[in-house]
């Protein structure tokens, strides 16, 4: 198995590092072509689904495919997935020796696609110029003549078709779009045989190392792809007569660097349910009627303002009304009309109402007697078959909009009650804000948070917290971009909106909720706000993520963002302080980061509006560190694009993000090793590992712990790191896997948390370099090995974390020599199972400790020593 690791690795290298020979007429001595015919196409046997793809060849006759389906440039125009399409692309190069691509979107809009690259392997930022209105863009072609281009394309949206052109001279700024004959314009495409297909595209002739480079990134790209497959169903092979692996780790008291204390976070998103209905404590479903059909983008007929509630009684009636509301952000509430005393109203809650017996629950609503008499309503918690759980009576008697509270007191434990209002004389009354809350929430908090849910959150002991978002943030659209004032004052002022993964967001759990949870968990609050364009996944207008808010209306953005560090951090004197005061919280919250996007498509747009922001608070906060973003990758053109941003305006901490695949986890670790330590510091804002059918398990959560020594062994460039999404509601999963699943009556926390809560336990400031001496020397091995040594500098404590991802056990001779090491115990945390475990839990017990000391790392496995030194 050793010899054929190495052989497979020597084979991968000559392949890399070959160019490939072209046999002479003699067929006896090998030469190389200067120059070569270059052939760019997307296959449109596919629909335009794939990418710009290359094939080369000596004579224009027989085509060689650059790799199978190889794309080198792929189009970012719309939602992920079907809608991202490159359709007839055409590739031609300037008088500067800058290649240039243009391509047709799709057949309704009217723009076309542009990138520019110096080599056709890295690729600069894509534009998408609206040049048509009510029309599309096919074809498109490119002339040029004296620094100027003119790009033509056919349109043929008004049933005929017409030709039309703009010139430009650096694809940023357009002239006016005119009508063109067909004749005016010529198209250089091809028609050319790949594979037995025949493709369209153009041809031009190059220099064979242009083409050679192109095959090497092809086959650095396969082996790659190659390497992230990698995982433990190949293990028995892959490890065939491996026996127990002995290895010999020395720290290095000398060698240490200081490393940032706040390597482990949290990211909470409301995606799978996590806020309403979730960590949110609200019991009541769609409480103030606002849900409506475009909340789910009127897939779901029933998701109307009725959502959730349901009328008994055959005479009566439930209807929605907007007429005098209790305030324009919330327009609708229920008119309720008895003529059958006894029967009424019911919600049924997030999948029914859980009740503890014996437990407290505030209620609350607002009513507006319709009939001018008083009315007596009877509040109550019933079990499906009708089975009285508490109840209490309210009587109504104004004409207005008022405020009733009361309490509730459940005699049962139940997981599926529901709520039942219930006139006690027959007449009308308006009824809005219907709310139903435990008075057990975390910390106790009012309008706060699920008690359970929350506490399992905090025991990672998080060191901060990012929020609300994820695309949440950006939105789904320039008209579904979060706005924090919207979430903040009085509950029936807030505004709710339509949530970007297709539900609704009440805004109950709001900015103070969430600077009110990063307080109580002692975590640094990490806000995130809109860099004035919407996701790059949006769907809304086709085009929509390439938009941005108007620059007329981004100084009035601007300072919404200068306003909300005010609200954290002003005193109560300011406007903004004074507003957060009044919620309850007179002290600042201490704020001292902001995320500025997210995952954001790096175009000029993006660019502009980021930089205004950026310059905005950098001048009236420049305590704040603000976090850029460079893209949903860890390469790629956004990467690029973002990085180079950060380093032009001295961006002091960047965002990054990558979901990836056990096997690129185990691939990787030197991912940060290579990064420069005098440019921004980095913040690993979303990240997970993960197989086929999206498991968390032992393999999942070994390979994250793996890849975080490597983290901390590089604390002094990564300063922050939070996995991603963290929690997610059985039944309503929208993205797999999760750290915490949960429902109404239960905290599900998986093995991935478990990593989660070793690591933010257990930190460290100072890190310590070490040697690694292993019986077995192979590359396969060596990876699946990971090991940080840290010390707290608080507690003196020196912290291992030893991580063995191989089937077979890791016997290991730890030296920690001159780092103070005096007690004969210590406390190991231990986390092991079979790779696709989903119920592991970590062990703790003590074992002996010295200078020298001998510890077994189980296959599969996690462990996690602390030891007292000397202060």
């Known amino acids: 198995?050793?010899?054929?690791?190495?052989?497979?690795?020597?084979?991968?290298?000559?392949?890399?590092?070959?160019?490939?020979?072209?046999?002479?007429?003699?067929?006896?001595?090998?030469?190389?072509?200067?120059?070569?015919?270059?052939?760019?196409?997307?296959?449109?046997?596919?629909?335009?689904?794939?990418?710009?793809?290359?094939?080369?060849?000596?004579?224009?006759?027989?085509?060689?495919?650059?790799?199978?389906?190889?794309?080198?440039?792929?189009?970012?125009?719309?939602?992920?997935?079907?809608?991202?399409?490159?359709?007839?692309?055409?590739?031609?190069?300037?008088?500067?020796?800058?290649?240039?691509?243009?391509?047709?979107?799709?057949?309704?809009?009217?723009?076309?696609?542009?990138?520019?690259?110096?080599?056709?392997?890295?690729?600069?930022?894509?534009?998408?110029?609206?040049?048509?209105?009510?029309?599309?863009?096919?074809?498109?072609?490119?002339?040029?003549?004296?620094?100027?281009?003119?790009?033509?394309?056919?349109?043929?949206?008004?049933?005929?078709?017409?030709?039309?052109?703009?010139?430009?001279?650096?694809?940023?700024?357009?002239?006016?779009?005119?009508?063109?004959?067909?004749?005016?314009?010529?198209?250089?495409?091809?028609?050319?045989a790949v594979g037995g297909i025949n493709q369209r595209g153009t041809v031009y002739k190059v220099n064979w190392e242009l083409v050679n480079n192109l095959i090497k990134a092809e086959q650095l790209g396969t082996y790659n792809n190659q390497l992230k497959e990698e995982s433990s169903k190949t293990d028995a092979t892959r490890f065939a007569g491996l026996k127990p692996v002995n290895a010999t780790i020395t720290v290095n008291a000398s060698q240490n660097k200081k490393i940032s204390n706040m390597l482990t976070g949290i990211f909470f998103e409301d995606i799978n349910y996590a806020a309403d209905g979730g960590l949110y404590a609200e019991l009541i479903q769609n409480r103030g009627f606002e849900y409506t059909l475009s909340d789910k983008q009127g897939r779901d007929k029933s998701w109307d303002s009725k959502k959730a509630w349901s009328i008994s009684g055959n005479q009566n009636t439930f209807s929605i009304d907007s007429v005098m509301p209790i305030h324009d952000n919330n327009k609708h509430y229920a008119v309720l009309k008895t003529a059958e005393v006894g029967k009424g109203l019911s919600n049924e809650g997030f999948d029914g109402i859980a009740l503890k017996a014996g437990d407290k629950y505030d209620f609350s609503l607002f009513t507006r007697n319709l009939a001018e008499a008083n009315t007596k309503l009877l509040i109550r918690l019933v079990g499906k078959n009708g089975e009285k759980y508490g109840e209490t009576t309210i009587n109504s008697n104004s004409t207005n909009w008022k405020k009733y509270t009361a309490v509730l007191v459940s005699n049962k434990t139940a997981a599926d009650a529901k709520l039942e209002i219930i006139p006690q004389s027959a007449g009308s009354i308006a009824l809005d804000m219907i709310s139903l809350f435990p008075q057990k929430t975390f910390k106790g908090r009012k309008n706060g948070l699920r008690a359970d849910l929350a506490q399992t959150i905090a025991d990672i002991q998080p060191k901060f917290m990012r929020f609300p978002g994820g695309c949440v943030a950006h939105g789904n659209g320039l008209e579904n971009i979060y706005h924090w004032k919207n979430t903040i004052g009085p509950l029936e002022a807030r505004k709710p909106q339509r949530n970007l993964w297709n539900y609704h967001q009440s805004m109950g759990l709001g900015y103070f909720e969430y600077f009110q949870f990063c307080e109580d968990m002692g975590a640094a609050p990490l806000p995130v706000v809109a860099a004035g364009v919407p996701c790059q996944n949006s769907g809304v207008g086709g085009e929509g993520q390439q938009g941005g808010i108007p620059m007329e209306e981004m100084d009035e953005y601007v300072q919404d963002v200068l306003d909300l560090i005010e609200y954290a951090n002003g005193s109560v004197n300011t406007k903004w302080g004074k507003k957060r005061a009044e919620a309850g919280h007179p002290k600042p919250f201490n704020l001292k980061y902001i995320g500025v996007g997210n995952e954001d498509l790096i175009t000029d747009i993006f660019e502009e509006r980021f930089t205004m922001i950026f310059n905005a608070v950098k001048a009236k906060y420049p305590e704040i560190t603000v976090i850029g973003t460079v893209g949903p990758f860890y390469e790629g053109t956004d990467y690029n694009e973002g990085w180079a941003i950060a380093d032009k305006l001295n961006v002091p901490m960047v965002d990054e993000h990558y979901y990836e695949s056990v096997g690129w986890f185990i691939n990787n670790q030197d991912f940060y090793d290579k990064y420069d330590r005098s440019k921004a510091k980095v913040y690993l804002g979303e990240y997970a590992a993960f197989l086929p059918g999206r498991p968390n398990n032992i393999e999942t959560a070994l390979a994250e712990a793996l890849y975080l020594t490597s983290v901390e062994r590089n604390g002094d460039v990564v300063s922050m790191a939070s996995i991603a999404p963290m929690l997610a509601k059985e039944?309503?999963?929208?993205?797999?896997?999760?750290?915490?699943?949960?429902?109404?009556?239960?905290?599900?926390?998986?093995?991935?948390?478990?990593?989660?809560?070793?690591?933010?336990?257990?930190?460290?400031?100072?890190?310590?370099?070490?040697?690694?001496?292993?019986?077995?020397?192979?590359?396969?091995?060596?990876?699946?090995i990971g090991v940080s040594v840290v010390r707290d500098s608080k507690s003196n404590d020196l912290i291992l974390k030893l991580v063995n991802m191989l089937p077979v056990a890791v016997n290991t001779q730890l030296n920690l020599k001159n780092l103070g090491v005096t007690a004969s115990n210590a406390s190991r945390t231990l986390l092991t199972g079979a790779p696709d475990s989903k119920t592991a839990l970590p062990k703790t017990d003590t074992i002996s400790v010295n200078e020298e000391f001998s510890s077994e790392l189980p296959a599969y496995s996690f462990s996690l020593i602390r030891i007292k030194t000397k202060k």
């Not at 905290?747 to 890190?767: A, E, F, L, R, S």
């Open 731 to 784: 039944g309503h999963t929208q993205w797999n896997p999760d750290i915490i699943y949960f429902n109404n009556s239960e905290v599900k926390p998986t093995v991935g948390y478990q990593v989660q809560k070793m690591y933010g336990n257990n930190p460290g400031d100072i890190y310590f370099s070490n040697d690694i001496s292993i019986s077995d020397t192979t590359e396969p091995v060596r990876k699946r």
């Open 1 to 192: 198995m050793k010899n054929q690791t190495k052989l497979n690795v020597v084979v991968f290298v000559m392949s890399v590092l070959m160019v490939l020979p072209i046999f002479a007429e003699d067929n006896k001595k090998l030469i190389h072509p200067g120059s070569v015919y270059l052939f760019a196409y997307t296959p449109e046997n596919l629909s335009g689904r794939t990418g710009l793809q290359f094939a080369w060849s000596i004579d224009k006759k027989s085509w060689n495919s650059i790799g199978q389906n190889f794309n080198f440039l792929l189009s970012d125009y719309g939602r992920w997935g079907a809608q991202k399409k490159m359709q007839a692309p055409y590739l031609f190069q300037d008088n500067q020796k800058t290649w240039h691509c243009v391509w047709t979107l799709n057949d309704t809009d009217g723009t076309f696609a542009h990138a520019a690259s110096k080599d056709l392997i890295s690729w600069g930022r894509q534009s998408y110029p609206p040049v048509m209105t009510n029309n599309n863009c096919l074809q498109t072609v490119v002339s040029q003549d004296k620094g100027i281009f003119t790009v033509s394309w056919l349109s043929s949206g008004n049933s005929k078709k017409e030709f039309h052109a703009v010139t430009t001279t650096n694809f940023v700024n357009y002239s006016n779009t005119k009508n063109i004959q067909d004749s005016d314009r010529v198209d250089l495409r091809e028609t050319i």
